[in-house]
């Protein structure tokens, strides 16, 4: 199984830019699509971003489209979500998460492997 660090959060303005990481254990990350989720106070965890284990397919959630990034580095084991145009309600803990296979979900069930999260915070 897939070990899941995340790091790169932090405290930003808006309309700053982060980029988040996750590090990957293992070696079968290369062939599993890689997710990204956050998780507000008070609400459900929900999905942010995916990518198929090539890189080739990316998915986003509307809130995010045209803001942020996913991307990966199979040869350093790592997933990336770069954050531009930051805005008050990105502020999350974001997560990383896998499902065990090569293609890409939007489906929060379909993760079975998650890191600890990172947590962004976004002052107006």
């Known amino acids: 199984q897939v070990q899941l660090v995340e790091s790169g959060g932090g405290l930003v303005q808006a309309g700053d830019s982060l980029r988040l990481s996750c590090a990957a254990s293992g070696r079968s990350f290369s062939v599993y699509a890689m997710g990204w989720f956050r998780q507000a106070p008070g609400k459900e965890r929900e999905f942010v971003a995916a990518i198929s284990w090539s890189g080739g397919s990316t998915y986003y959630t509307d809130s995010v489209k045209g803001r942020f990034t996913i991307s990966r580095d199979n040869a350093k084991n790592t997933v990336y979500l770069q954050m531009n145009s930051l805005k008050p309600e990105d502020t999350a803990v974001y997560y990383c998460?896998?499902?065990?296979?090569?293609?890409?979900?939007?489906?929060?069930?379909?993760?079975?492997?998650w890191g600890q999260g990172t947590q962004v915070t976004v002052s107006s």
């Open positions: 998460a896998s499902p065990g296979v090569s293609r890409a979900s939007m489906k929060i069930s379909e993760y079975g492997n």
